[in-house]
Nanobody, 119 residues
Framework: QVQLVESGGGLVQPGGSLRLSCAAS????????MGWYRQAPGQQRELVAA???????NYADSVKGRFTVSRDNAKKTVYLQMNSLKSEDTAVYYC?????????????WGQGTQVTVSS
């Protein structure tokens, strides 16, 4: 079992920035695909960004050029830097991990952290 603990959510104005962090509990972190999903009220959970153990990244079209996912294997932590935030980015963001492609879902989930973009 891998436990994932997120931090860094909050309230930010449109155009602002936030950085989310997700710390994993086990050393197998280094072989996992890590990423972030989000879920807005009344909507399905969507994959926002993912990063493989080899640091290959992919992003949802809606966040390309604004969000950056990165990982520090020594710290067993993955980050999501979010810039130029928009109101439509408001959602609960979930850290996710899998041995496989995250597009097919996650094996492990964090508890979620709220991001609210509002003036």
């Amino acid at each position: 079992q891998v436990q994932l603990v997120e931090s860094g959510g909050g309230l930010v104005q449109p155009g602002g920035s936030l950085r989310l962090s997700c710390a994993a509990s086990r050393s197998i972190f280094g072989i996992l695909v890590m990423g972030w999903y989000r879920q807005a009220p009344g909507q399905q959970r969507e994959l926002v960004a993912a990063i493989t153990s080899g640091a290959t990244t992919n992003y949802a079209d809606s966040v390309k050029g604004r969000f950056t996912v990165s990982r520090d294997n020594a710290k067993k932590t993955v980050y999501l830097q979010m810039n130029s935030l928009k109101s439509e980015d408001t959602a609960v963001y979930y850290c996710a991990a899998s041995h496989y492609n995250l597009a097919y879902g996650a094996e492990f989930w964090g508890q979620g952290t709220q991001v609210t973009v509002s003036s």
